[in-house]
């Protein structure tokens, strides 16, 4: 059992960084972004790319080989310094599309009907999908193993250095998250907005350019997600971000949707519930125990376990 809690907690932080972007969108232009999980499986073909295409291991390995008899145990692996620089790019080119999408899918439709701006986020997940298979092919495909698996028993848990590693960078990130949105100018703007965006705008916010800033952080985190899940499972392919995006969805609901400590908690959890299954032979189930979840909440706490019942006056 205790094994099984530490994998759930690795694969639930993963779904915290997913979950994370669908409620800061919806907390700030109330838009359910059904294409933010096709923009985690972009983040991981661009980590994949980044990597072979411009032979990151070739170029660590000679670094290595020329400085690390004079760095000795001083030296980072540049393997796993070649892994965080595709990361990073991937981080960099979900925001950017995050951005872009925003622009010319949402932005048009702001002032309409939220029907129009749901179907809109289907049609955009629909096209990003099926794009890369024109482009990449339906195949799956093996993410380069760029670290080298080291495991440690500790009594009856074992654990590698991989999952360390995306356990450790999906914590900074959250915490990263949680600093930018409580601390900084653009994260005050944030809050602002999505709690009255033309009272905002009335005190100098820009709106446009606070939404923009959102969706690129939200996307920088699913772009992570990607990379880190790629790396996990050691595969990648074009419908890869389907089923872990509406999971992540679940997840948002669950810890409150709006609600960024909600999201994170309401991620570890479907985490959890979803190892747990396996773990008990209802592996072919695990997916409806997880929707399962979503019905039972939405009729017990539709506010989410974090969340808080408001009254609106009529």
Do not use: C, W
Not at 84 to 91: E, H, Y
Not at 123 to 137: A, C, D, N, R
Not at 251 to 273: C, D, E, N, S, T
């Amino acid at each position: 059992m205790l094994q099984q809690l530490v994998n759930g907690l690795i694969l639930g932080s993963v779904y915290a960084l997913l979950a994370l972007g669908y409620t800061m969108v919806y907390g700030i232009i109330k838009l359910i972004n059904f294409a933010h999980g096709d923009i985690y499986m972009i983040g991981a073909f661009i980590g994949y790319y980044f990597i072979n295409s411009l032979k990151l291991n070739f170029f660590s390995s000679f670094i290595s080989a020329m400085f690390g008899p004079v760095m000795g145990p001083y030296l980072v692996e540049f393997s796993e310094f070649s892994f965080l620089i595709s990361l990073i790019a991937a981080m960099i080119g979900a925001a950017i599309l995050g951005v872009i999408i925003e622009f010319l899918a949402y932005r048009p439709l702001r002032n309409s009907t939220r029907i129009a701006a749901l179907i809109t986020a289907i049609g955009v997940s629909f096209l990003l999908e099926y794009g890369m298979i024109f482009f990449v092919g339906a195949n799956t495909r093996s993410f380069p193993q760029v670290i080298k698996t080291v495991r440690f028993n500790l009594g009856p848990i074992s654990i590698s250095n991989i999952q360390l590693l995306i356990l450790g960078i999906s914590i900074f990130l959250m915490v990263a998250l949680q600093f930018i949105v409580q601390k900084t100018k653009m994260g005050k703007a944030m809050r602002a907005v999505s709690v009255d965006s033309d009272a905002a705008q009335l005190m100098g916010i820009n709106v446009n350019r606070t939404i923009s800033f959102t969706f690129a952080l939200g996307s920088a985190l699913a772009g992570a997600a990607g990379v880190l899940i790629a790396l996990y499972y050691n595969s990648l392919e074009p419908l890869m971000g389907m089923t872990p995006g509406i999971k992540s969805f679940v997840a948002a609901v669950l810890g409150g949707i709006g609600i960024i400590p909600g999201a994170a908690l309401g991620g570890f959890v479907i985490g959890l519930l979803e190892t747990f299954a396996t773990a008990l032979g209802l592996s072919d189930f695990r997916d409806a125990i997880v929707y399962a979840i979503l019905i039972v909440i939405l009729l017990i706490r539709p506010a989410g376990i974090l969340g808080k019942n408001v009254k609106e006056k009529v």
